[in-house]
């Protein structure tokens, strides 16, 4: 699995589930930085959502609010639903 979910990208091994946010080093080479593990998708989704709200620029809780439905919405549409 490898999944990019906005500036996130969502892998997996046999073991667990990995988020982290791709960069491009100065002489042009990919990798995967800040990585963080999960026993199961479900975790690893949630990581993004904590991931996406503490990223959030808002300056009200009424603005970091929308923030965090705007990216919960982002994700169900992703996975159809399901979440």
């Not at 080479?29 to 990223?55: G, W």
């Amino acid at each position: 699995m490898n999944i990019k979910i906005g500036k996130y990208r969502l892998t997996s091994s046999s073991h667990d589930f990995a988020v982290s946010e791709p960069t491009v080093s100065e002489k042009g080479k990919e990798y995967n930085n800040n990585p963080s593990y999960h026993p199961t998708l479900i975790s690893a989704l949630e990581n993004v959502l904590k991931r996406k709200v503490m990223q959030s620029e808002a300056t009200t809780l009424n603005q970091l609010v929308k923030d965090v439905q705007a990216s919960r919405e982002e994700l169900q549409s992703l996975l159809g639903g399901l979440v």
